[in-house]
């Protein structure tokens, strides 16, 4: 397989920056040197707080796998858009990747599918890597409505998105909002079903560039589960909240997944 894996650590609103950059600094000590060169098709990514990035950045290997990405991204570069940071500011502050859309930035902010495309087109346009997610409620998927429900959220946040923009940088993460930090996983094949659903959704609408794209799974990924979801297929990677706080659960995911 040569889809680039992915584990990415997103810190949420947690870690003051002395803290954040001590959890850095012994997630690279702790890495194997093997994972971290270049040309490995695995990347390591960390997202702590805003104000925590310049606090991480020298910890992180701007062009090799480990990565400094950021919780979110504004639509825009610069103007009267208080408390925005946009992806000039990103990319002054060391950071190339952006998780967008994601749940609790939907639920608890409100962001609707058509401000998630907008920040998608723009940060992909301006460069960096970003990190889609989609995923469904419960009642959604208890009415069996979740695979449509997550193609619709696809379609809305790449409306009108360039096909020369599907490339690499390109990255989706399915997280059902039901396993988001309840410590609730979706079992392996949920996953991989909604990841095949997902997949081919891509390859319909960007072709063979779509078919391509990383897919990482979030909700409640931890070290005992990691390995039982790579292994059911077609899963690239995950978005880890609560256990990447945790230095050694966070490795051993990222074992799981160079390993799966
Ligand atoms: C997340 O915040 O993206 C996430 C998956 O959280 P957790 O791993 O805690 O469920």
Same mark, same amino acid.
């Given at each position: 397989?040569?889809?680039?894996?992915?584990?990415?650590?997103?810190?949420?609103?947690?870690?003051?920056?002395?803290?954040?950059?001590?959890?850095?600094?012994?997630?690279?000590?702790?890495?194997?040197?093997?994972?971290?060169?270049?040309?490995?098709?695995?990347?390591i990514g960390i997202a702590p707080t805003f104000l925590a990035l310049d606090a991480v950045?020298?910890w992180t290997r701007p062009s090799g796998p480990l990565w400094l990405c950021a919780q979110d991204i504004a639509a825009q570069d610069q103007g009267a858009f208080?408390? /925005?940071?946009?992806? @000039?500011? #990103?990319?002054? %502050?060391?950071?190339?990747?952006?998780? *967008? $859309?994601?749940?609790?930035?939907?639920?608890?902010?409100?962001?609707?599918?058509?401000?998630?495309?907008?920040?998608?087109?723009?940060?992909?346009?301006?460069?960096?890597?970003?990190?889609?997610?989609?995923?469904?409620?419960?009642?959604?998927?208890?009415?069996?409505?979740?695979?449509?429900?997550?193609?619709?959220?696809?379609?809305?946040?790449?409306?009108?998105?360039?096909? /020369?923009?599907?490339? @690499?940088? #390109?990255?989706? %993460?399915?997280?059902?909002?039901?396993? *988001? $930090?309840?410590?609730?996983?979706?079992?392996?094949?949920?996953?991989?079903?909604?990841?095949?659903?997902?997949?081919?959704?891509?390859?319909?609408?960007?072709?063979?560039?779509?078919?391509?794209?990383?897919?990482?799974?979030?909700?409640?990924?931890?070290?005992?589960?990691?390995?039982?979801?790579?292994?059911?297929?077609?899963?690239?990677?995950?978005?880890?909240?609560?256990?990447?706080?945790?230095?050694?659960?966070?490795?051993?995911?990222?074992?799981?997944?160079?390993?799966?």
């Amino acid at each position: 397989m040569t889809r680039v894996r992915w584990v990415i650590g997103n810190w949420k609103q947690n870690l003051l920056r002395g803290p954040a950059e001590a959890l850095a600094k012994r997630m690279v000590a702790e890495i194997p040197n093997q994972l971290l060169e270049a040309d490995h098709r695995l990347r390591i990514g960390i997202a702590p707080t805003f104000l925590a990035l310049d606090a991480v950045s020298p910890w992180t290997r701007p062009s090799g796998p480990l990565w400094l990405c950021a919780q979110d991204i504004a639509a825009q570069d610069q103007g009267a858009f208080t408390g /925005e940071i946009g992806p @000039e500011m #990103l990319a002054e %502050a060391g950071v190339k990747c952006a998780i *967008i $859309g994601h749940s609790e930035r939907r639920n608890h902010y409100r962001e609707p599918d058509i401000l998630v495309g907008a920040k998608l087109h723009h940060a992909l346009k301006a460069g960096f890597t970003c990190v889609l997610c989609v995923g469904e409620p419960l009642d959604v998927r208890n009415q069996n409505r979740h695979e449509s429900y997550v193609i619709s959220q696809l379609s809305n946040a790449f409306h009108q998105l360039e096909n /020369e923009l599907c490339s @690499e940088r #390109l990255i989706i %993460a399915y997280e059902p909002v039901w396993a *988001i $930090g309840t410590g609730k996983t979706a079992t392996p094949s949920q996953a991989s079903a909604m990841h095949r659903t997902i997949r081919a959704w891509l390859l319909e609408r960007f072709g063979p560039a779509g078919g391509d794209r990383s897919i990482l799974y979030g909700g409640s990924v931890k070290p005992a589960n990691a390995a039982t979801l790579m292994a059911a297929g077609d899963i690239d990677g995950f978005l880890v909240g609560g256990a990447s706080l945790d230095a050694s659960k966070f490795l051993d995911i990222v074992h799981a997944a160079a390993n799966g």
